[in-house]
T-cell receptor
Framework: DQQVKQNSPSLSVQEGRISILNCDYTNSMFDYFLWYKKYPAEGPTFLISISSIKDKNEDGRFTVFLNKSAKHLSLHIVPSQPGDSAVYFCAASEYTNAGKSTFGDGTTLTVKP | GAVVSQHPSWVICKSGTSVKIECRSLDFQATTMFWYRQFPKQSLMLMATSNEGSKATYEQGVEKDKFLINHASLTLSTLTVTSAHPEDSSFYIC?????????????FGDGTRLSIL
């Protein structure tokens, strides 16, 4: 039973446009969510997070939206840049144990110049 | 920012060999580190939580005697794959959390590609 799902294995977007990456979860105990970005041959790097007391968190070009009732979150990147091309992982945890996260399978984003 | 160093980045060895992977937090102390395994085109699968000064906590289905974890200091955790076989070939990644960071993300090493011949 996969508790965190990223249903789109890949996404291709034109430079300058918006990239929207989606993530769904099933465990209602999750109350803290993070997005990580991963380049080939490197470990994931933290991008942005959101706790369940919020429905939106913004950091520069990156915005994460959380819909608790739908158990759905999304990452918006505006405007998309070629350097954003990477694998994006959604992760969820119980904040009291925030170090232990459950990861989705990742979405490969390609931003075309 | 917080940095986690993982070594080696690539190991190729014969079946039956034991392989040790090191994970170091370079600029912070980590009482807890995490070990993940990633299969091609799949997610990061948590193998175990490494606790400084105590036994590691293993996830269901992970063999404790196969994957030995030692967390002897606040900056170093090691994963030893004992008597490795071809099915152990995978990408292993460690992570640690800096308790001083409010957002508490995990900081990952760059991973170790393990290939067992």
């Amino acid at each position: 039973d996969q508790q965190v799902k990223q249903n789109s294995p890949s996404l291709s977007v034109q430079e300058g446009r918006i990239s929207i990456l989606n993530c769904d979860y099933t465990n209602s105990m999750f109350d803290y969510f993070l997005w990580y970005k991963k380049y080939p041959a490197e470990g994931p790097t933290f991008l942005i997070s959101i706790s369940s007391i919020k429905d939106k968190n913004e950091d520069g070009r990156f915005t994460v939206f959380l819909n608790k009732s739908a158990k759905h979150l999304s990452l918006h990147i505006v405007p998309s840049q070629p350097g954003d091309s990477a694998v994006y992982f959604c992760a969820a945890s119980e904040y009291t144990n925030a170090g232990k996260s459950t990861f989705g399978d990742g979405t490969t984003l390609t931003v075309k110049p | 920012g917080a940095v986690v160093s993982q070594h080696p980045s690539w190991v190729i060895c014969k079946s039956g060999t034991s392989v040790k992977i090191e994970c170091r937090s370079l600029d912070f102390q980590a009482t807890t580190m995490f070990w993940y395994r990633q299969f091609p085109k799949q997610s990061l699968m948590l193998m175990a939580t490494s606790n400084e000064g105590s036994k590691a906590t293993y996830e269901q289905g992970v063999e404790k005697d196969k994957f030995l974890i030692n967390h002897a200091s606040l900056t170093l955790s090691t994963l030893t794959v004992t008597s490795a076989h071809p099915e152990d070939s995978s990408f292993y990644i460690c992570s640690a959390r800096d308790p001083s960071e409010i957002e508490q993300p995990q900081h990952f090493g760059d991973g170790t590609r393990l290939s067992i011949l």
